[in-house]
């Protein structure tokens, strides 16, 4: 008998769109993930990918259209217009299960890399002091900077705080992880510890939603490649349709662009 493997949809995205007064950014977006799915977002500066992973965890409010996690829409339809009403409590309980991980590392200066991993689990979870520091040691051994535990972030390089900042957003035990160009303000040496840190996090299994420009990174890493511009998805499908052989002139362009990137090296039987 064949095993069935059941895919669970951890997020869905219908019709999402974002104005800022009268700037429309986002123009109807629609996004289905699988748990331990990898998506890559591409497209150049002011398409929209921010906008959309800050959608996701509502640190910006949509315009109009749902958030679906875990199969439980985000907020409740108002009766009356049809628009979409959120509770803070309901929004705080959703970030508690998604991680975000910014261009910036945001660590707090005055608190050891342990403690910055620890803030969360014990401001939002209210869990124990053990339990805080066990988690805190557990996924700083996992980012390789368990030895930096009782450091201060300005005793770390850039793309070690970066590492801490993906250590304590894992703390927080999440269903699904977002990165927002997470090395775009690394010096490019420290570029590729960071990257090997979200691709063990892929070969492990999290569920990523990725912003990046780092086109060989989505081509090994990303399950799927999606194409943003002006505020819509132009081109999605495999890393090797999208970014090798892309179908649209925008996509083509954008490519053109970036120049090319090493590819995996063949694998020899």
Same mark, same amino acid.
């Given at each position: /008998? ?8 951890? =997020? ?20 289905? /993930? ?9 497209? +150049? ?6 906008? #959309? =992973?800050? *959608?996701?965890?509502? #640190?910006?409010?949509?315009? &109009? ?21 959120? =509770?803070?409590?309901?929004? $705080? ?6 991680? #975000? ?9 005055? #608190? %050891? ?9 014990? %401001? ?7 339990? *805080?520091?066990?988690? !805190? ?11 930096? $535990? ?14 801490? +900042?993906? !250590?304590? +957003? ?31 996090? $892929? ?34 499908? $495999? ?5 090798? @052989? ?8 954008? =490519?053109?662009? @970036?120049? &090319? ?9």
């Amino acid at each position: /008998m064949t095993d069935v493997i059941e895919k669970t949809e951890v =997020l869905k995205i219908v019709g999402l769109h974002k104005s800022f007064d009268q700037l429309e950014v986002l123009k109807g977006i629609d996004l289905t /993930m699988q748990k331990g799915e990898v998506v890559v977002l591409l497209g +150049a500066s002011g398409s929209g990918k921010s906008t #959309m =992973l800050r *959608c996701v965890n509502f #640190m910006e409010t949509p315009t &109009s259209g749902r958030i679906i996690f875990e199969g439980k829409p985000v907020g409740k339809i108002h009766q009356g217009n049809g628009a979409v009403d959120y =509770l803070e409590k309901e929004l $705080a309980i959703l970030r508690s299960h998604v991680g #975000m991980v910014f261009q910036h590392f945001n660590l707090f200066p005055h #608190m %050891t890399v342990k403690e910055n991993v620890m803030e969360g689990p014990r %401001t939002v979870l209210k869990l124990d002091k053990s339990e *805080c520091e066990r988690r !805190a040691l557990k996924y700083l051994e996992k980012v390789g900077l368990a030895w930096k $535990a009782d450091a201060y972030p300005s005793q770390l390089s850039g793309g070690q705080q970066q590492r801490v +900042a993906i !250590a304590r +957003a894992l703390a927080m035990e999440p269903s699904l992880m977002l990165f927002d160009e997470a090395t775009s303000a690394l010096d490019p040496e420290l570029v590729g510890e960071v990257l090997e840190t979200m691709k063990e996090l $892929a070969d492990e299994g999290m569920t990523m939603l990725i912003v990046t420009h780092e086109l060989g990174f989505a081509y090994t890493v990303a399950d799927r490649v999606l194409f943003l511009a002006d505020g819509d998805i132009l081109e999605q499908g $495999a890393p090797e349709d999208v970014l090798i @052989h892309p179908k649209q002139e925008g996509t083509k362009k954008f =490519l053109k662009g @970036h120049g &090319s990137f090493r590819l995996p090296e063949p694998q020899l039987d």
